[in-house]
Structures are given as structure tokens and as C-alpha cells.
């Protein structure tokens, strides 16, 4: 217990200070929005793609990793949907719980990660990321189309996935390291560099983010979404990666995975395509303040 501790401690540290500094006006308000801005846009593809590029990721391994992955989006995708009637939940604030329950928080993964298991674990999480992303924002896209009364073409569902610089990241990253082609050095060097702002500079972020006076009113939608998050996600992965017979290691980075928070960026996409943002603020902090405390343990107990 207490060496997982000790390595999350960083983690939660960066999301306080994060939440700290903004409540305290410093360095000023106009300072987040850039910083998340960046972070999104250049830090962390510029880490997914050095950390792809320079991966192995042709194998069995890498193919029965991302199997699990897609697997565990899927029956968490239709879970939500079972539930749906059983907490009798609005269009928008059914895509709030969606996105609740199904999205991962990528920055406090790779944190965690990172200070759990270093540049190996690194890569494997950077694979489970060029799965995971383009693959829930799919779900979470259909999720709106689905259920709003406003109309998708799939035009516009395309034009949605192949603005994201992270899955533009990903698939260029995957696309180096299939075909054999290195990095220049010069430009290695300086993506390491970016990548190295992007953990740090995106946990603060989340921190920032946080929004206490969300939490009231968030009810049992909140409530169940934390509960398939931070409980029944991670035991699935778990039992998956013994039936898949991944190695400790990938088992270690999956479980991470599939227990930190939602995603922040869930906020957006709620206030951009007409979902109760209100309520996805208050699954955010929630899951995060939360996962403070679940995240040790289920690390320790699986």
C-alpha cells in the first residue's frame, strides 16, 4: 500500500495545487483556459505521438490489449443504456451519465502510470489511448444523436472525430511506428520535451476545473455514473485481463485506466452539443475528489 501511495501522491498533489491556485486567483483567470488550450492541442499529442512512434505495437500483445479495451467500452456503453429507464434520466442528463460512466480521464492515467511504471508502462498506456480515444468519442457523440432532439448527420459525427488533435495524435503515431519510420532526432528531442510539460500542466488543469457547487443536485445520476466509473470498470478489466492472460504489467495499466475519473473534456462536449452540463460538472469532481481514495485501494486489492 504505502509504495502506491507514495507514487500517487504527486498525482493528487497537482490536482489540489491545480484547484488551489485557481480559487486563489494566481497566477489569474486568464491563465487556465490557455493552458488547457495547449495541453490539449500541442503538449499531449506531441506526447502520444513520441511515445507511439517509438513503440512496438504490432504482436499479440498489442492486439489482445486493445481487445480488452474495446470490450470494456462496449458492455460499459450498454450498461448505460440498460440503465437509462431503470433511473429514469432526461436526454441530457443521459449523456451526462454516459460520459460519466464510459470516459477515462487520459492525463490522470498517464500520471498515474508514469509514476507507477515508468516509460514501459508508458507505452502500453499510449496504446490503450489510441483505442480508447477515437473509440469514446464515437459512442459519446452517437450518445447525443441518439437521444437529442437536435439531428447528427454523419458528416458532422465525422468532421467531430477528425478534429480531434488527439486522435489526429494517435493515428500518426501508429502510422510511424507500423511503417518503421523514426522520428528525426531533432524533432524526437524537442516532442519528449512537450510531452514532458503535458502531465504535469494537464493535472493542474483538472484541478482547476473543479467546481464544488456542482455536487448539489447531482443525485442518483451521479451516484450510479461514480459507481460504474470507479467500481465496476476496473473489476471488469481486471477479470478481463486474466481471461485475455495479459501480463502483469498490461493487467497493472489497464486496471489504471479503467478506474481514474471521467474525463474533464466531458464538460465540453455536454455544453457544446445541448447535454446537462451542470450535472457532467458534478460527475467530474465527484469522480475525481472520489478517486482519491478508490484508486490506492483498488490498485492495491487487484
Known amino acids: ?53 517509438s513503440a512496438q505495437l504490432a504482436g499479440d500483445d498489442s492486439i489482445r490489449l486493445a481487445a480488452l479495451v474495446v470490450v ?18 432526461t436526454a441530457p442528463a443521459f449523456t451526462s451519465f454516459f460520459q460519466g460512466s464510459v470516459r477515462f480521464n487520459t492525463y490522470v492515467a498517464l500520471a498515474v502510470t508514469a509514476a507507477l511504471h515508468g516509460s514501459e508502462g508508458i507505452v502500453l498506456a499510449a496504446v490503450i489511448t489510441a483505442v480508447m480515444i477515437p473509440l469514446l468519442n464515437l459512442f459519446s ?11 447528427f448527420s454523419p458528416r458532422q459525427l465525422l468532421m467531430t472525430l477528425a478534429g480531434n488533435p488527439l486522435i489526429l495524435a494517435c493515428l500518426l503515431g501508429i502510422a510511424l511506428s507500423l511503417s518503421g519510420i523514426a522520428l528525426p532526432l531533432g524533432l524526437s528531442s ?15 488543469a483538472v484541478g482547476a476545473g473543479l467546481n464544488l457547487r456542482a455536487l448539489r443536485g447531482g443525485g442518483r445520476a451521479l451516484a450510479a455514473a461514480s459507481l460504474i466509473k470507479l467500481l465496476f470498470l476496473p473489476l471488469l478489466a481486471f477479470a478481463l485481463a486474466g481471461v485475455w492472460q495479459l501480463d502483469p504489467l498490461a493487467t497493472s495499466v489497464v486496471v489504471i485506466f479503467a ?44
Not at 72 to 89: E, G, I, M, N
Request: glycine residues 6%.
Open 190 to 204: 524537442v516532442l519528449e520535451l512537450l510531452g514532458r510539460m503535458a502531465l504535469p500542466l494537464g493535472l493542474l
Open 1 to 53: 500500500m504505502q509504495p502506491i501511495i507514495i507514487a500517487l501522491w504527486p498525482v493528487f498533489a497537482l490536482l489540489l495545487l491545480g484547484f488551489l491556485a485557481r480559487r486563489s486567483g494566481f497566477p489569474g483567470e486568464d491563465f487556465w483556459q490557455p493552458a488547457e488550450k495547449a495541453t490539449y492541442y500541442v503538449l499531449f499529442p506531441a506526447l502520444l505521438v513520441e511515445r507511439l512512434a
Open 259 to 302: 478506474a481514474v475519473p471521467t474525463a474533464t473534456s466531458a464538460y465540453i462536449l455536454a455544453r457544446q452539443m445541448g447535454g446537462d452540463a451542470e450535472l457532467m460538472a458534478g460527475i467530474i469532481t465527484a469522480q475525481t475528489l472520489i478517486s482519491m481514495l478508490t484508486l490506492p485501494v483498488i490498485l492495491v486489492l487487484l
Open 141 to 151: 457523440v452517437l450518445a447525443f444523436a441518439l437521444t437529442s432532439e437536435q439531428t
Open 72 to 89: 470494456v467500452l462496449v458492455v460499459a456503453a450498454v450498461l448505460c443504456c440498460v440503465c437509462k429507464p431503470l433511473l429514469r434520466l
